[in-house]
């Protein structure tokens, strides 16, 4: 992320409600890692779609945060052979999530009937379910105060995207909308394109690492743009 880029996103963002959008939900985030009795963090993406740079930023921000939980575990639709340990996770931890757990959904485009069932598992036995997805809100002031699904909000400005190669619009608004019915809380991010979409991810995780300070909306998105900036290489993922 250049200074051009984060100078663009500040202007976008100004006045608009989604930082507001975006702080709640990593505050949401934090609390649920944080909370007593909690038991780790699963994160997981849909078939076509791992979130590796989201995992690896949750990663560095629960060491640079001093909140260990924020660290999670990345579950796979398949674990191929050989895959080291850290990676080698797969969807039936959510069928075993309890109620100290706490899910991470990230779907830019529909979520399948499996992803589906086993969320729907996990949240029935007790674990909080958070997802991001690509859906365009089209009520965001209805989304940032609550509703079904949860808080969420769309990025203003960005395309909506009407569906993933292959997946009807109608079909992927279907599988979206399920997604959101089993999400405590939810972010809409508003489009399925890859770099708003690992943006958004992008603020949430550095979101998630800050405590809660008496700052503007736009002192917070420089500073987190500058730890984006000035972080580390990431290499275990």
Do not use: C, K
């Amino acid at each position: 992320m250049d200074a051009v880029r984060v100078s663009a996103l500040r202007e976008r963002l100004a006045g608009s409600g989604w930082l507001e959008a975006v702080g709640g939900f990593a505050g949401a985030l934090r609390q649920a890692v944080s909370r007593r009795g909690a038991d780790g963090l699963l994160l997981v993406g849909t078939e076509g779609y791992e979130p590796w740079h989201l995992a690896a930023h949750l990663e560095d921000e629960a060491a640079w945060s001093d909140v260990p939980r924020l660290a999670p575990t990345l579950l796979r639709h398949r674990v191929p052979d050989r895959a080291p340990a850290h990676l080698a996770h797969g969807l039936r931890r959510l069928t075993e999530a309890g109620r100290g757990a706490t899910v991470l959904v990230v779907a830019p485009t529909t979520a399948g009937a499996p992803l589906l069932e086993r969320v729907h598992d996990a949240r029935r036995n007790g674990a909080t379910v958070l997802t991001m997805d690509g859906a365009m809100d089209r009520a965001p002031d209805r989304a940032l105060r609550g509703g079904p699904g949860g808080p969420g909000g769309a990025v203003p400005g960005l395309p909506g995207a009407p569906g993933a190669a292959g997946t009807s619009g109608s079909a992927r608004a279907s599988g979206l909308a399920d997604l959101a019915a089993l999400a405590h809380r939810r972010l809409a991010v508003g489009t399925a394109e890859e770099e708003p979409f690992d943006l958004a991810q992008h603020l949430v995780s550095a979101a998630a690492g800050q405590a809660r300070a008496r700052r503007s909306a736009l002192d917070r998105l420089a500073a987190l743009a500058g730890r984006l900036t000035e972080g580390p290489a990431i290499s275990r993922w």
